[in-house]
């Protein structure tokens, strides 16, 4: 107990931290802009911090050819301007992209050297995505879940779903993986928590999203590459995917459980209706100009808001140019995971990606998918190379 309590105090007083700072975009909803950018200044000097004193870092072919790619991508972005409907709007865009998302891609390969700086990261998310659970549950016991969260800009249920989705796969990872039983024990009580949090959230697309990637960490991914067999280990996490399951189905109640049942019902809600005619408009303006699109956030400047699809605002907006440029991005990110020897490793990184694509998918703008962002830039950690042939 002591030796668990002294660890989450060393995880807590530890730079990690202000990565929780950045991984929900409405952390900052109602921040003035001089002072929003100047926050992700002082996030770059206290990454600045960390460097010093000068010491020998050695960065993966994989982190600089995303950079360059990534640059190119920005390059465009800025070129698109040319044409786009909405300078302005698109110019904080913009710099939005080339602040903090290039923040978040870069930190991770900078500043992750080895395994345990990786792990501990993990544990400061997990506690993260508990504390935020803790505030949903008891708000909906008493029937304001909602209201804490407005003192930091978030009363929205999606920035709230998203901290606890993103450590259901990583609190998954550590019931399969983790070395001794208590801390499997531990990590499936966190887990079972987590999914009930989530299930109260409304935060439909992180639901789905936690239980695809968990499901690859625990299932999929072992079947594809043969590994972990054991008999007693897959009827374990068969087990645990039992319970959660039946744990959800039994209770009626849960808000986002509804939401999701609503869709296959029949009886979406008008959030999901608006968001299948927001891809069919950004479709339509895709094959208008296929090549190299209306120019950056022009989907917000037609129509008001974003399309809630990174891939259909990317397309609208850069076009195939732009769709190509990001696609290379993710088979440089996925190339790199592939190349590991670390399975245990790859899997998390996969069901991170998963989570964070499906997240991607269905909300917010190309800036706000900070998980994202946040995932391409840890899968492209030296020590993901480094640790796994040493």
């Known amino acids: 107990m002591a030796q668990g309590l002294h660890q989450i105090g060393s995880d807590l007083f530890s730079w990690q931290v202000i990565y929780l700072l950045v991984l929900s975009p409405q952390l900052l909803q109602y921040v ?29 072919n994989s982190f600089v050819k995303m950079i360059i790619v990534y640059s190119a991508f920005i ?83 999606i920035g709230p779903g998203r901290i606890i989705g ?3 796969p990583i609190a998954g990872f550590y019931v399969s993986y983790a070395n001794r039983a208590y801390q499997r024990l531990s990590s499936l009580v966190v887990l079972l928590f987590l999914m009930l949090a989530i299930g109260i959230s409304e935060s439909r697309g992180p639901l789905v999203a936690s239980i695809t990637s968990l499901a690859f960490i625990l299932f999929i991914y072992p079947l594809i590459n043969c590994e972990d067999t054991n008999t007693v280990k897959y009827a374990a996490s068969l087990i645990i995917s039992l319970i959660i399951s039946g744990y959800l189905l039994a209770i009626n109640s849960l808000p986002t459980l509804d939401r999701v049942l609503q869709v296959f019902r029949g009886t979406a809600d008008s959030s999901f209706q608006q968001r299948v005619e927001f891809y069919n408009i950004a479709g339509q303006m895709w094959m ?49 995971i592939l190349s590991t020897d670390n399975s245990q490793i790859s899997a998390l990184l996969f069901g991170l990606l998963i989570y964070a694509i499906i997240n991607a998918s269905i909300s917010h703008d190309l800036p706000g998918q900070r998980h994202l962002f946040f995932v391409l830039g840890l899968s492209t950690c030296l020590f993901v190379v480094s640790d796994s042939k040493n």
């Not at 003035?32 to 870092?57: D, S, T, V």
């Open 166 to 168: 993103i450590g259901i």
């Open 75 to 157: 390059l465009y972005s800025s070129v698109s301007l040319l044409w786009a409907p909405s300078v302005g709007h698109s110019s904080i865009i913009l710099l939005d992209m080339t602040t903090i998302c290039l923040l978040l891609i870069a930190a991770p390969g900078l500043l992750i050297e080895s395994n345990a700086e990786f792990h501990k990261l993990m544990r400061i998310i997990i506690y993260a995505s508990f504390l935020v659970g803790i505030v949903i549950i008891f708000g909906f016991i008493s029937d304001n879940y909602r209201r804490p969260f407005q003192i930091v800009g978030a009363a929205s249920h």
């Open 288 to 336: 208008e100009s296929p090549l190299i699109g209306h120019g950056l956030g022009s989907f917000h400047a037609e129509v008001g808001v974003y399309p809630h699809n990174f891939i259909f605002e990317i397309a609208s907006g850069l076009g195939l140019i732009g769709l190509s440029l990001f696609t290379a991005i993710l088979y440089i990110v996925v190339k790199q």
């Open 32 to 60: 003035e802009l001089p002072g929003y950018y100047l926050f992700i200044f002082m996030l770059a000097i206290l990454i600045c911090i960390q460097l010093h004193p000068p010491r020998k870092i050695t960065i993966s």
